[in-house]
């Protein structure tokens, strides 16, 4: 399938989580993987990737793009794929707290940054 290029980033994500898994490279698409419970295999330039799928439990799901590639990056692809179930039922019990965790992060930066200007935000709505 070839979504259409104009996509915003919601509809993205809602195509993103109708998949059974999902290999990625770009940081804010397997983030919408994740934390939509798809089982995924990040292959990242990142080190920030590295955190963020080990705070999912999915640290078995990432490669080190500048690390780790040819043969040897199909092969851990190929594993993440054979373990999707596992992967499945491993971000159903860790997501939620971090999607959690990420919501209350930022409802707690809005207050702050309310607070500097002294006017309540309606903050309920953002996070």
Do not use: N
């Amino acid at each position: 399938m070839i979504l259409p290029a104009e996509l915003r980033a919601a509809e993205l994500k809602w195509c993103i989580a109708q998949l059974d898994w999902f290999a990625g490279s770009r940081m804010h698409a397997t983030i919408a993987s994740l934390s939509s419970g798809v089982p995924t295999f990040g292959y990242a330039y990142s080190d920030k990737a590295e955190g963020v799928f080990a705070m999912c439990g999915s640290g078995a799901h990432h490669g080190d793009a500048r690390q780790t590639t040819g043969a040897a990056a199909v092969e851990m692809m190929m594993h993440s794929f054979d373990q999707r179930e596992r992967a499945a039922s491993d971000l159903a019990r860790t997501t939620p707290s971090v999607v959690a965790l990420a919501r209350q992060q930022l409802a707690d930066l809005l207050s702050e940054i309310a607070s500097w200007h002294g006017s309540p935000m309606p903050i309920g709505t953002v996070a």
